[in-house]
């Protein structure tokens, strides 16, 4: 499907959140048109006018909002105050400062989509709808499916070899830690080289045949710097979620009104462990009604 076609956003703005943050956001399609937000992924990705060809220009109002620290919004890569609660509750500082009523839709990808099911938990009254790809819900296992020896690894050894060899080997027990340990570091070239390697492992299992081409975005230095340090960054502090947190049954009841479809790739090497389990558990075990797949 080619997407739609948009033309420049009628609307661009920063919002000042918290005592560091201000955050950037564009307005695209119709003003008076069905209020839908674009979460991106990370953390640590940022918008672009790229993400709008998902919605008919003439039927929605697409907001597109770089997170704290990411693309647009300053300051770059500004850890203080940089927690998911602080990001689910911008979404609705930014719902208030526009002035809409209710969100028609949250479209979340990968990380996108732990922020759209975390609001939706939140603010369960302020949202009609979820529309949810590669869905992320920050548990352990997904993690150490992602980072750890038992999962991607065993499916892509060559690129989990490359990715553990930037480690002394007494720190490859933990290569969140270590690699975070090098992203917060004061040795620039030091910082850099870890995050070309934490970036060039993500990169390397984003699907079953790798597209080569791809690796160019690590030469980006300041996209490669912040993409990699606030991945890290989250993970190492456990997104600042309890375990299992979005998927407990008394959470997901608060969402059990809302019209959620999932879309889950098969073949996605990179969230291929809660895939399976938000079938098998939430779809199979109907834990949340609403929920289309």
Not at 55 to 60: D, E, G, K, L, V
Not at 99 to 108: A, R, V
Not at 270 to 287: F, T
Request: charged share 20%; aromatic share 12%.
């Amino acid at each position: 499907m080619a997407g739609y076609m948009h033309t420049d956003p009628f609307d661009t703005g920063t919002l000042a959140v918290g005592t560091i943050h201000h955050l950037y956001y564009e307005q695209y399609g119709n003003p008076d048109g069905k209020p839908v937000i674009f979460l991106h992924g990370g953390p640590g990705g940022k918008t672009s006018k790229n993400n709008t060809t998902y919605f008919n220009p003439s039927i929605y109002r697409v907001i597109l909002l770089d997170q704290r620290g990411t693309g647009k919004s300053q300051p770059q890569t500004e850890l203080r105050e940089n927690t998911t609660p602080d990001l689910v509750t911008d979404i609705e500082t930014l719902r208030i400062h526009l002035q809409i009523p209710k969100w028609h839709l949250l479209f979340g990808g990968s990380w996108g989509s732990t922020l759209a099911l975390l609001y939706a938990q939140s603010h369960p009254d302020k949202v009609n709808a979820l529309l949810l790809r590669g869905v992320f819900t920050t548990r352990d296992a997904e993690v150490s499916w992602s980072r750890g020896a038992l999962g991607a690894a065993n499916i892509f050894p060559e690129a989990w070899e490359v990715f553990l060899s930037f480690l002394p080997v007494q720190e490859r027990g933990d290569p969140v830690a270590a690699y975070y340990k090098r992203l917060t570091g004061d040795d620039y070239a030091v910082r850099l080289a870890a995050a070309k390697e934490w970036n060039r492992w993500d990169m390397s299992i984003g699907s079953l045949r790798v597209d080569e081409s791809g690796f160019l975005a690590l030469e980006d230095e300041e996209w490669s710097l912040a993409h990699a340090l606030m991945e890290a960054h989250y993970a190492v502090h456990h997104f600042w979620l309890d375990e299992g947190q979005i998927l407990k049954s008394e959470n997901l009841e608060r969402m059990r009104h809302l019209s959620v479809t999932i879309v889950q790739g098969r073949y996605d090497m990179m969230l291929d462990i809660v895939g399976r389990y938000v079938y098998n558990e939430v779809v199979v075990g109907n834990l949340g009604r609403g929920l289309n797949y």
